[in-house]
């Protein structure tokens, strides 16, 4: 593929960021999280992020039960409420 003006061919100096893995630890576990709230399983999918309101929160997800959930990473392990993770839903 050509290259187009200005490119050097030359990665950034910066370290690549690693990325991220549904697999692997990332961190401390918010609280509410650390087992399934419905069966109890503990190999659970967390996936962190930033809701529209810049809340820090967490999505679980459990393979045994398929049960899911939102919860703030500064909370008290009680899941968030649908409007809160998904304003303006109105179902």
Known sequence: MPRRRGESGRR??????????????????????????????????????????????VFVSCPSCERTGWFALDGDGTPLPRDEVVPGDDR
Do not use: F, K
């Open 12 to 57: 950034d100096a910066r370290p690549a960021e690693p990325l991220g893995s549904l697999s692997q630890a990332g961190g401390p576990v918010a609280p509410g999280t650390e087992a399934c709230q419905q069966c109890g399983e503990t190999n659970l999918t967390r996936i962190r992020m930033t809701l529209a309101s810049g809340r820090p929160a």
